[in-house]
């Protein structure tokens, strides 16, 4: 299935994208205070916003107010927060993966890196590796596996002819499944237990392990994976419409997508470093984004981000609330969520997941 530039059906309308944008930004806020009310401790709307305020402006809370601060504040308020920005990262490389391939169907894990990643953080949670870096193992270990992988799968797509979509597909495809045996015999070969359970969990996607210092350097590579995106959307639109048609406007195909491949892969492995493999919101958020807003990418990488973003609040909440006090892996949330979702998109809305 190609990702063309081709005219929508007649009927289609598009949105225009600034109050869309406003609407957004205000939805991403009202779920930011949701998803820091909301749990399975209940607090007060009221006592949330003023212990929210006092986190911010730095005040100071009463002793009464210790216990709950340290939730809201401590626990709740950077998981939201990291949430939002690992599903505005997320929407934004699945809008450039599906540029990199001209696959409609292409996700951020189409390229096999967040398989990759498994097998770091598995080797950290099931056997202890990198034990000197403290609470930092899992992230470095996942990071660095991450980019291992995106160096194999480019060394093994790249060829005397370039870099093709269709090599890198192939090849991100079948080594993703070779990681994933690497992480099945590492599941098999570690003692039963705790262990077991929370290399399911990150295999699945979790944000339970999000503390503030994890939010500064994955909000860091997002943004600066959103800016050079957005810079480079009208070479992406040239993209899309094949590689002669690119040539000709002056737009080198191989070498944007040997950008858009570092790009995708820093952004990719820094996220699932600190979430784990949450699936579907890369593949589906640009697809819902361009039947409102039409297939150019200045206006999707314009909305997606905050779509993602509002997506994987709402599904972290429900991960946390739907079978509390036990958790549910966020990416369960995001498949019973996006597999219903992309399917009625499909049959009400084809001609924009087909390109015609």
């Known amino acids: 299935m190609s990702l063309t530039t081709a005219p929508r059906a007649e009927g289609t309308r598009r949105i225009p ?10 939805a991403l806020l009202a779920s930011l ?3 820091v ?6 607090i007060g709307w009221g006592r949330v916003l003023r212990l ?3 986190g911010l402006s730095g005040g100071s809370v009463g002793a009464d107010d210790a216990g ?3 939730i809201v504040w401590e626990i709740r308020f950077p998981r939201v927060v990291l949430a939002a920005v690992v599903g505005a990262g997320l929407a934004a490389v699945g809008v450039a993966v599906q540029a990199l391939v001209r696959n409609a169907l292409a996700d951020p894990f189409v390229l096999g890196i967040s398989s990759g990643a498994a097998v770091g ?4 949670i099931l056997f202890g590796a990198l034990a000197g870096l403290g609470v930092w193992a899992l992230s470095f270990s996942a990071f660095v596996s991450a980019l291992a992988a995106t160096a194999l799968v480019y060394a093994v797509a790249r060829s005397p002819l370039g870099l093709s979509p269709l090599r890198l597909v192939l090849t991100g495809t079948a080594l993703a499944y070779g990681f994933q045996a690497v992480t099945t015999v590492m599941v098999f070969g570690a003692e039963r237990g705790e262990a077991a359970r929370s290399a399911m969990m990150w295999l699945l996607g979790s944000l339970g392990g999000a503390t503030w210092p994890k939010v500064p350097l994955v909000a860091v590579t997002v943004l600066a994976g959103l800016v050079w995106l957005g810079v480079r959307a009208g070479a992406l639109d040239a993209l899309a419409m094949g590689d002669e048609t690119a040539a000709a406007l002056g ?19 820094t996220v699932v470093a600190v979430s784990g493999a949450i699936g579907f919101v890369g593949l589906m958020v640009p697809h819902l984004v361009r039947m409102l807003v039409g297939a150019s990418h200045a206006r999707v990488l314009a909305v997606a981000p905050l779509a993602g973003a509002v997506l994987l609040v709402w599904a972290d909440l429900l991960s946390r609330l739907l079978l509390a006090p036990t958790e549910l892996p966020v990416g369960v949330v995001t498949a019973a969520l996006g597999v219903p979702a992309f399917l009625l998109l499909m049959r009400r809305g084809g001609h924009a997941l087909a390109g015609r």
């Open 251 to 269: 737009v080198p195909p191989d070498r944007l997508r040997r950008e858009l491949f570092v790009v995708t892969a820093a952004v990719t492995g």
């Open 121 to 124: 953080a598995n080797a950290v």
């Open 37 to 42: 009310a909301l749990g399975a401790t209940g």
């Open 17 to 26: 994208v600034p109050p869309l944008l406003l609407g957004l930004a205000l």
């Open 52 to 54: 929210l305020w006092a």
């Open 33 to 35: 205070v949701c998803g």
């Open 68 to 70: 709950a601060y340290t």
